[in-house]
């Protein structure tokens, strides 16, 4: 059976680039603020910095412009040819690379970084087994005193703020989104169904998508048993407390 990021991600990955247009912006504050927060922390001011799962790039670009030599990976082909063209309309050709690779093959990967990120819920598209096995494997690809950061949405929130739909019109689109979540695995299922916003409100695409949202202290055990001794979790790249109230978790380790 084809796993959805193949047909999501690679299939229709036409339909998914806009979700990143509409996030550029926002790679900008959070890259100054996950630099700040990662000075507070660890005292750690990163040079280089590999971005797991990068999508169309919008978080190597804003590194490479802060100053860092940045490389992302990500397994969609379309997703990359986006990056590498914003890249060169930004002229950062010399400090933003990347790389068609599989964040599951981490293992075939030689180097070493002082920051790995992981934004967006990347982490947990597959089982446990597989997230425990790409932290290990990043944790090795860090430098001596090399930071992982993590960004996810909070599970605790998600469940007490839980909407089985939503209804979004912009843009000339009517948006539907259904969700479910499966108590016994604690994956979320999410359906959405766009409609052109004219007249009949004609049916233009769905697309689907299935992934584990982890509890806090879930992800911190994460992080722990992939070997990281040091783990530190806030309420958003700001450094915020973490509170049931928190819809990001923003987990450092090292």
């Given at each position: 059976?084809t796993?959805w990021?193949e047909?999501?991600?690679r299939?229709?990955a036409?339909l998914?680039?806009?979700f990143?247009e509409?996030r550029?912006?926002a790679?900008e504050e959070?890259?100054?603020?996950?630099?700040d927060l990662?000075?507070t922390?660890?005292?750690?001011d990163?040079?280089?910095?590999?971005?797991?799962a990068?999508g169309?790039g919008?978080?190597?670009i804003?590194?490479?412009e802060?100053g860092?030599?940045?490389e992302g990976?990500?397994f969609?082909?379309?997703?990359?040819?986006?990056a590498?063209e914003?890249v060169?309309?930004r002229?950062?050709?010399?400090?933003?690379?990347?790389?068609?690779h599989?964040?599951?093959?981490?293992?075939?990967?030689?180097?070493?970084y002082?920051?790995?990120?992981?934004?967006?819920?990347s982490?947990?598209?597959?089982?446990?087994a597989?997230?425990?096995r790409v932290?290990a494997e990043?944790?090795?690809l860090?430098?001596?005193r090399?930071?992982?950061a993590?960004?996810a949405?909070?599970?605790?929130?998600y469940l007490?703020n839980?909407e089985?739909?939503?209804?979004?019109e912009?843009?000339?689109?009517?948006?539907v989104?259904?969700?479910?979540?499966?108590?016994?695995?604690?994956?979320?299922?999410?359906?959405?169904?766009?409609?052109?916003?004219?007249?009949g409100?004609?049916?233009?695409?769905s697309?689907e998508?299935?992934?584990?949202?982890y509890?806090?202290?879930a992800?911190?055990?994460l992080?722990?048993?992939a070997?990281f001794?040091?783990?530190?979790l806030?309420?958003g790249?700001?450094?915020a407390?973490?509170?049931?109230?928190?819809?990001t978790v923003v987990?450092?380790?090292?």
């Amino acid at each position: 059976m084809t796993h959805w990021t193949e047909t999501l991600f690679r299939e229709q990955a036409d339909l998914y680039v806009p979700f990143f247009e509409e996030r550029f912006d926002a790679a900008e504050e959070q890259a100054d603020r996950l630099l700040d927060l990662l000075a507070t922390e660890f005292d750690a001011d990163p040079e280089t910095a590999l971005d797991v799962a990068c999508g169309a790039g919008r978080h190597v670009i804003a590194f490479a412009e802060r100053g860092l030599d940045a490389e992302g990976l990500d397994f969609s082909e379309r997703f990359l040819e986006e990056a590498r063209e914003r890249v060169r309309e930004r002229g950062l050709a010399d400090s933003a690379a990347f790389r068609h690779h599989d964040m599951r093959e981490l293992d075939e990967l030689t180097g070493s970084y002082d920051l790995v990120t992981s934004f967006w819920n990347s982490l947990g598209y597959y089982d446990r087994a597989t997230d425990e096995r790409v932290l290990a494997e990043a944790r090795r690809l860090l430098s001596e005193r090399g930071v992982l950061a993590i960004e996810a949405s909070n599970r605790d929130f998600y469940l007490a703020n839980f909407e089985e739909s939503s209804v979004d019109e912009s843009d000339g689109r009517l948006t539907v989104e259904r969700r479910e979540y499966d108590v016994t695995t604690g994956r979320f299922h999410t359906q959405l169904d766009v409609f052109d916003a004219g007249e009949g409100y004609e049916h233009d695409c769905s697309m689907e998508w299935e992934n584990r949202i982890y509890a806090p202290a879930a992800l911190r055990e994460l992080c722990e048993d992939a070997g990281f001794e040091e783990v530190r979790l806030s309420g958003g790249f700001d450094g915020a407390e973490l509170t049931m109230e928190s819809d990001t978790v923003v987990v450092l380790a090292r």
